[in-house]
Structures are given as C-alpha cells and as structure tokens.
C-alpha cells in the first residue's frame, strides 16, 4: 500500500483509477481525500502492471494539475494562431459550436465535418455515435498505422484477428517490429519470465532493441522490407514440409493455389531485398514453424509501410494459419467479440447513418479495406458467425490524408469543419506540411485538450478534457477481446473540464440528439455496457469496486463449433473477401514505397533507408513534453546512426543534423550507434517544443524536429488495401547543420 499516505487518516478512500498514458491502461490506486487526490500508486491486483508504473504512469500527479493545462473554455478572439482567447462557459461554447455545424451540414452537407482523433483513451464510440446521427462518414484517426489495417485483412483470412496471445504455453514468440522493452512494460515482464522457462523469442527490427538483445534470433531486417521476408518464410515452411498437414487439409481452402504463388520466394531471393542472409531467413523460419505452438505479437510496424502493407499483413497472417498456430493453446487466439457485455459497435448506432452518407466517406472509393465497403462486408460475416461486428469507429473511416486534401482543394467535396479530440495531428499525423496547410484553411476547428498543443493553437475554440484520475475507463481492447477491465474516475474532473463522454453527448443533445443519448453521465453509459454481465450489481463503480474485471472462459478452437467468419467458414488462404474487393486474393510482392532496386535515381540523392515511428520513452507519440521530469530523461531529439556512416559524413556524438527526404528535412541530434546498420537511420516521432512561441508561425517548433515532416501520404505510397501511408522504409539524407544550410528554405 502507499507509502507515502497515512492510511489511518480518517476519511481517505482508495479508488480504482487507471493510467492513461499509453494502450496498456495500468492499474492505479488512487488516495483521495475531501476531493482531492493525494497519492498514487500501481494496483498490486490489476493482472497485467501488478504494480508496477513506468515513468510515465508515475507523473499522473504532475499532469492532474499542471499549470499549463486548458482549465476552461477557450473561445478563439484575435488571428488564429495568434494565442488570444476568452474563457466561455460550456454552455456558450457548445451552443456557438452546434449552430456553427448545422449551418455546414445545412449548406455543405453533412459529410463537410470530419473530426481527427489520437490514440484510443477516449471513448470512441461515442464519437462515432455523434457522427452518425449527425450524418458524417468522415470520422478518422491514425487508425492507419496502427493495426487497424491488420485487424481488416487478417479478419478477411480467418474471420477476427488474434489480439490476444496465450503465451503461458508457447514455445515460440515472433516479435515483428516491436520492441516492448521500451514500449510495453507489462509485455517485457511476462516474455522474459516465459524466456527462463525456454521460450524461443525471435525478433525482426532494423535496430538492436532493448528487446532484440533478449533474443534467440535478431534479424535486422531493411526496413520496409517485411513483405519479402513474411513470402520467403511461407516458401521454407512449405517447401521444408514444416506447415500444418492436419490443419490446412481440414481447415483451410487454397493451400495448392499459396504453394504454387510462393514457389519463387526463396530465402535467396528474399535475402538482397531484405538485407539478411539466406541462412538467417531459413533458420529463423524453421524456429518459428518447429517451435509449436508458437506466437506472432500483433503490433503496428508493418501498418506503417505503406505501399506493401496490406500484402505483408496478408503474408504474415498465412504464416499462422498454415503452421496451425490459430486458437490452439499456446498460440494466436480468435477470441471474437464479448457476446457478454454490450460491446462498443453496438454503443455506436452505426445503422442511424443513411447508406447514401456511408457511400460519401472519403477515402473508400480508393482504399476500401478500412472504409465502408470492406468493413461492410467483414461486419456481415462476423455477424453470421460470431454474432456481432467490430468496432466500427477504427475499423471503418475516412482516409485522413485524403480529408486534409479535400480541405484544401474540396475536391471530391468541401470539407468545412474539424473536430479534433485527443490528437494534435500537426505532430502525430503524416506529411506535416499537408497537415499543417489543412489545419490552416479549414473553415472551423474545434479541439479538445489536455494543452495548447499546435493543433489547439489553429482552432477556433479549445475544450479542457478531464484526465485519468478525473474520469472512469473500461478498457476492452477496441472490442477485438472478450475481456474487459473496469476503472473509476478518482475525483470529478478538477476546473472545469469535461469527459469527452460530455462532449460528444452534450453537442449532440444541442443538435436534437437527445433521446439518442439516454446515459447522462459516462458512469450511466457504462453501466449499461456491463449490466449483461449479471454481476447484479447497482451501479458502474459498484462493479468497478468489487469485481473489476471481466475474463470469460476461454474456450479453445472455436472454429470447431462455429466455423471461420470467411464465406467458406474456412481459413482463406486464397481470400475470396479480398478478391470480392478487388484485391488479389495472393499477396504479390510490392517493394517498399521508396527503395534502391525501383528507385535507384532517388536512392543516389538519398542513400540511407529511413525508420521513424518507433516509440520511445518517456514520451507517447506526441505527448508529455511539458513534463519536467519526463523531458528530463530525454531532453532533446536524438536520431541515431551508425558511427561508421557518420565518420563519412563528418558528423559527431551529438552535432545537429538534418535529416531528409523528397518531402522536406528536420533537425535532430546524432547519437551515434552500433545498434544500427550503417545504411539506416531511425528518428524517433512526436517532437515539439511546448516551451517556446507557440503562436502561428513558430507553433512550438512543430517543424523542427517532427519526423512525420519526411513520410509519405501520397496515394501512390499508400497500402491501395488500407490507406496507409509510408512511415518506414522511405529514403533519406543527412548532413551536418551548419550556419548556411541553416538559411536555406526547404
Ligand atoms: S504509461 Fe506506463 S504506467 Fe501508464 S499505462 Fe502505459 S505502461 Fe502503464
């Protein structure tokens, strides 16, 4: 318990919070009296930190009152940008901002408001209830880089998507991309307790992570180059006889057609593309497919390639299903939605939303897989077999770079106004400069924040959003898990901040929604939500207070029973969802959106291969750099090198240096690496720099550092299945700062 509270103190209550500041919503307790919080601590019961806080899960303190937090209402008075606001009332705000909207959606249509959104600690069904009885198709996040896209084409092949890995009995676990080491506290625990007992841990990284210097097998893979690697695996799982007779045979359709299609991607000519050695490529997929049963994490690298995306998710996801590796114990789990509890797709009201709208959504008639017609068609064969559909808010959305650009030229359509909550795009979004000359033009903008962010500086008004400790959370993984994990607000939100809950209900209500919104407060919503359950329980913090969570059954090799959620009801090696879609039903190679075979012209301006995106401590994508304790830990952005590439180039520990692409260039810091290929350069994302101006133009230094300044939104860059743009894998050059280059525009 606390060590830093009395707990004989009369009057302290101990409430059952959660942290925020990042996917894996930490168990918190929170020591709260007449109101106010007094200390915070891990839940030593919450069964995935058992505890434990990272860095950042321990400033919640900090950032409950920081003094640059948004306490009320702002009303944009002078220029935008120009920082000149006047505290409004709720009331004022939200009844400026309904008549705002329905003069567009009266004009325009309703398709002219989008709103952008961050990562998922808000409650995002909510959001997309509005827009629905709104009458918007228009919603969006950076869902596209973040395993939406593999949750869409993996669902296509085998009707859901493993999200939740029964590593207890595994003999084997890929780590593609992702390094839990910095990024997943929780996750680094477990897998290096299971690695005692004999876990084969493989890990795919261009970098030598915290994570990969854990590994059995580290393969430094080209970045951007995964496709290649994900067929040359297929190849020697087949033609090595390692797949899965039993289970391809009974369960699966198309075997012949994939042994045929893989015939040619061999280790060997997988290797110059990838960078790694034939052996390297072959022993590591004979440990993957002998090491049974076996995992590969999910995780959102490969979401970030761009062009070859979706046929690398489509590969990856072959490789589970012909070495079995699907629902058995030990492996990759299709746990299908709660048929327990209401999920969020059924909070969503997603059949309020006239056809003739869902037909406008921008971005669909290019990338279906994550817009309507995919999701469309996904949602029916999930309801024929599990009984209920993913999430639509994530799974189905508009195609953020193509709203910026139907901002900017209102082509197919104009798009007026913008609600943004929880993001702040400028910094988190791709191709900075589209972004940026987006948030600029469009008619209207409304943020809801924690700060003045960028993004927040360009709108019209800025809503102050309560935080963790402020607000209750269930945490049920998108509604792709059947689990649920159940946390209270510690105090009501401080000043006068708001649940995003409110936002969204309380604009509707000013709209005439209000007999679509029967919960009035979000403990109402939620309550709702778990009443199924049948805990018998009165309230939403009475469940929070005595059960908490909710963890069914778990009941192995549903399909069984059921069937796949394919129109076979078989795993589609050959996907006939796909195929309906326009896609190949195969995955061909595509090779990276900018590489040295397809691209030798630009790949001899910009020799290095670029990885951004990656996370890093203590920060979250684009947050906490107003923390002083967090800052302190890394105060500065630093890419990192090779010392043998930076000794060609002059560059030391330390210099600044631009880093860039046919997109533009950034300035950071040279750490120097033998972590890294000499051909690679990583650059971590987010960077801004709250401390200064943040008034138009300098914006907090939101060009300086920002990474997403060099990626790629181009269509032709783009997954044609998801949409995703190129955040890995694109060519690059880096040269020392200097006085001149300094002044030269780019
Ligand atoms: S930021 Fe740290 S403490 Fe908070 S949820 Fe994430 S891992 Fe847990």
Redesign the pocket.
Known sequence: MSKNIDLQQEGIQVKKS?????????G?LAYVKDGKVLDIE?DPDFP??QG???????IAMDHLDHPARVNFPLKRVGERGAGQWQEISWDQALTEIAEKLANIRDEFGAEAVATAGGTQRTDDWARRRFMNLFGSPNGFHNSHLCWIPTFMVETAIYGWCPFDLDLGSSRCLVLWGQNPGVS???EIHHIMELKEKGLKLIVIDPRYSETAAKADMWLPIRPGSDLALALAWLHVIIYEGLFDPEFTDEWCVGFGELAEHVADFSPEWAAPLTWLTEEQIRESAIMYASNKPGNIQWGTSIDQIGKPAGAAMHARALLRAITGNLDVPGSDLLTGPSLEYVTDEEMEANDQLPEEQKAKQIGSDKFKMVTWPGYSRIAELTKEVWGKAPTAEWMCEAHPPSVFRAILTEKPYPVKALLVSATNPINSYGETKLTLAALKAVEFMVTCEYWLTPTAMLSDYVLPIAGALERPTITSSYGCADFLLASQRAIQPMYERRNDYNFWRDLGVKLGQKEMWPWETVEDAYFAKIEPLGYGVESYDEFVENHRFHFPEREYQKYKRIGFATPSRKVELYSSTLEALGYPPLPPYIGPAENETDDPEIAAEYPFVLTTGGGHMPY?HSEHFQIKTLRFLSHEPYMSMNPAAAAKLSIEEGDWVWIETKRGRIKQKANLTQAIDPRVIFTPRGWWYPERDMRDPELGGCLESNTNILTSCDDDDCDPMSGSWANRGLLCKVYKVTAENEKEAK
Do not use: E, S
């Open positions: 959660a942290c925020y500041f990042c996917h894996q919503n930490c918190v891990g995935t930190n434990g806080l990272c860095c950042r899960g321990n997943g506290m929780p979250h």
